[in-house]
Every structure is written in structure tokens, then in C-alpha cells.
């Protein structure tokens, strides 16, 4: 399974962002797929996650709850990411990952096994 991540850019602050990330290869059935990011100096952390089937429950940092959005399809395995009122703290380099199933460790990001390639986001003040 491969995960490609796209979207990334440069915007201001204020501004928007839709991060997508699409699974190619013999995909099977995964139960969790998340975003990470990551900037310069800092660790890797997470973003948000999405649990199927439940419903599509998403999950998300305190960072960015209220500010974006998680969606997905599971049965085209395809994830968005839906930024607003972007900050300059959340440039960064945005990961997209996946397990087969789901694990309340879901804001880990050794809990994933498949990666993307990463996609840069960066807001300027």
C-alpha cells in the first residue's frame, strides 16, 4: 500500500488549505488513517485521525480543533484535511498515515505503519 499526500502550499495567515491522501497498491481495509505534521527543530505530532467504520469519528489535536477537518472515504481510501483560519504556527511538513486497525494510541505516530510522502504547508504572518 501507498499513501500520497498532496495539497500543500504557501498561503497567509487566515487563510485556507485542503491536504489530500490517497491509497494506491493492494490496499486493504483500514480501519485508521491520520495526519501528522511536523517543522523544522520540532517532533513529528499529531494532526488528526479518522476511525472507520464507527461512523467516520474523527479525532484532532487541541491545536487545531475547531479550525480544521477530517473526512474520508473508506471505500475509495481517501482522506482530506480541511484547514481554516490557518496560523503561522502550523507550517509544517503534513504527513498522512494508516494501520489496518484502529488503536485508542491513534494520536501516536508510532501506532502507524504505512506512510505518505509528506506535503509542505506554509503560512505566512
Known amino acids: 500500500v501507498q499513501l500520497q499526500a498532496s495539497g500543500g502550499g504557501l498561503v497567509q495567515a487566515g487563510g485556507s488549505l485542503r491536504l489530500s491522501c490517497a491509497a494506491s497498491?493492494?490496499?486493504?481495509?483500514?480501519?485508521?488513517m491520520g495526519w501528522f505534521r511536523q517543522a523544522p527543530g520540532k517532533e513529528r505530532e499529531f494532526v488528526s485521525a479518522?476511525?472507520?467504520?464507527?461512523?467516520?469519528?474523527?479525532y484532532y489535536a487541541d491545536s487545531v480543533k475547531g479550525r480544521f477537518t477530517m473526512s474520508g472515504d473508506n471505500a475509495k481510501k481517501m482522506v482530506t484535511l480541511q484547514m481554516n483560519s490557518l496560523k503561522p504556527e502550523d507550517t509544517a511538513v503534513y504527513y498522512c498515515a494508516a494501520r489496518r486497525y484502529w488503536t485508542v494510541a491513534y494520536y501516536t505516530d508510532k501506532m502507524y505503519d504505512t506512510w505518505g510522502q509528506g506535503t509542505q504547508v506554509t503560512v505566512s504572518s
Open positions: 497498491g493492494r490496499a486493504l481495509s483500514m480501519d485508521a
Open positions: 479518522i476511525r472507520w467504520p464507527m461512523g467516520s469519528r474523527t
